[in-house]
């Protein structure tokens, strides 16, 4: 969880960052109280999960399902007597990298979250496109993966953080030799997807192929969004942009081998410049110009 201070120019005046507990709407309360002055105007969320905008509540949200029905926006509104603006997660980042980041220069981008699940934003002409964009539930595989929302095949299961821990743990489960072994003292189900590219790195032939099988999966749905939205460019966010050199060449290879080759050369593909904050600068940006109001 990520609250910050922010400025009608963009700057972070001051940010806290915190493991979500499991009283999230206290610890949320709490950490607004701390950042709190007489100048702040309003109060903007960016939440996972889909949105009822008109009850301003998260109805759906397989990774954080305790959230669900709360009315979280309703209660910082209440204790705070400011207006609250609460968006998806992925929206408020692309927003935000619109605003401040790598998507200044661009009419319309798609920003992937790439993290425990995978979320995304869409930029039209310069502005959020007004759809729930779920981008990590599009189905890849017809009779795939269980994914944690109820469907099978979702890209989310099988290039997420969540998708390539399990199969690293599987795989070592089934007796695979791997380097991954001696990470975290043996115990094989504290893996990090840090431990999986450090051994890539080093040359672990199995975290290597892990993760490359992720970045071929990633790139079906990087050449999905190509072609039905022919940006000018997609932007990636989230932890797992840290395994770069592996992982997202993977998916760049082979998006291009899936893509039309106009609208492949036509797009590119970036790291966000914001990295963890650009969710907090997206949602107080929605608050500045009165969007999602």
């Given amino acids: ?51 009822d905008r008109e009850r301003r509540i998260v109805t759906e949200s397989p990774n954080l399902s305790r959230i669900e029905g709360l009315d979280i ?57 007004d759809v729930s964009a779920e981008i990590g539930h599009m189905s890849i595989m017809a009779n795939g993966k269980h994914c944690s929302c109820g469907n099978y095949g979702c890209l989310e299961a099988y290039a997420s953080a969540r998708a390539i821990l399990s199969h690293a743990t599987a795989s070592l489960e089934d007796g695979a030799e791997s380097a991954l072994r001696e990470c975290c003292k043996g115990n094989i189900y504290k893996l990090t997807p840090e431990d999986i590219y450090k051994a890539a790195l080093d040359g672990d032939t199995l975290s290597r192929e892990i993760l490359r099988e992720a970045g071929r999966y990633l790139g079906v749905g990087i050449s999905n969004l190509i072609h039905v939205f022919s940006p000018d460019a997609i932007i990636l966010a989230g932890g797992l942009i840290g395994a770069w ?28 410049s914001l990295g963890d904050d650009a969710g907090i600068l997206g949602a107080s940006h929605l608050v500045f110009t009165c969007q999602r109001t």
């Fill in 1 to 51: 969880m990520r609250v910050g201070l922010i400025s009608e120019e963009g700057e972070i005046v001051q940010k806290i960052k915190m493991p979500s507990s499991e009283n999230i709407v206290e610890s949320l309360v709490q950490s607004v109280r701390d950042l709190f002055s007489d100048t702040v105007e309003g109060i903007g969320m960016g939440v996972a999960g889909l949105i």
């Fill in 73 to 129: 926006a309703g209660t910082l509104r209440n204790t705070f007597s400011l207006p609250v603006v609460l968006e998806n997660d992925a929206n408020v980042a692309a927003v935000g990298e619109k605003w401040m980041g790598e998507g200044k220069t661009f009419k319309d981008f798609v920003l992937l979250t790439l993290g425990t699940g995978i979320g995304g934003g869409i930029i039209h002409n310069h502005g959020l496109m």
């Fill in 245 to 272: 050199n592996i992982f997202i060449q993977e998916a760049i290879k082979e998006a291009s081998r899936r893509t039309f080759k106009q609208l492949f050369e036509k797009v590119r593909i970036l790291p966000s």
